[in-house]
């Protein structure tokens, strides 16, 4: 089944950076549109930026200016490049569709940790 694959997360010192990486494996269409999301303990999972196949991005207020999300050259991937992290970054983070549109299997995630 087609299902998401992220890496690239880690412990970070605030002020740090991370590079994560998604990709959409088993996947016979390429996906056009695809976001970032992340969930902290105890919150609701939220989209942090998502990108259309035209290359429009979008971004949550809370990460504007500091998070870039980008597609990959291998089909079907994306990344999410993470300057600036603040310790209320650390969450698991996942890639998927945009909300509106009916989400793939959701992957493992990836663990980000900020520390202070």
């Known amino acids: 089944q087609v299902q998401t694959v992220e890496s690239g997360g880690g412990l970070v010192q605030a002020g740090g950076s991370l590079r994560l990486s998604c990709t959409v494996s088993?996947?016979?269409?390429?996906?056009?549109?695809i976001g970032w999301y992340r969930q902290a303990p105890g919150k609701q999972r939220e989209l942090v930026a998502d990108?259309?196949?035209?290359?429009?991005?979008n971004y949550a207020d809370s990460v504007k200016g500091r998070f870039t999300i980008s597609r990959g050259n291998a089909k079907n991937t994306v990344h999410l490049q993470m300057n600036s992290l603040k310790p209320e970054d650390t969450a698991v983070y996942y890639c998927?569709?945009?909300?509106?549109?009916?989400?793939?299997?959701w992957g493992q995630g990836t663990q980000v940790t900020v520390s202070s």
């Open positions: 998927n569709r945009p909300p509106y549109l009916s989400p793939l299997t």
């Open positions: 088993r996947s016979p269409f390429s996906i056009n549109h």
């Open positions: 990108i259309n196949s035209g290359g429009i991005t």
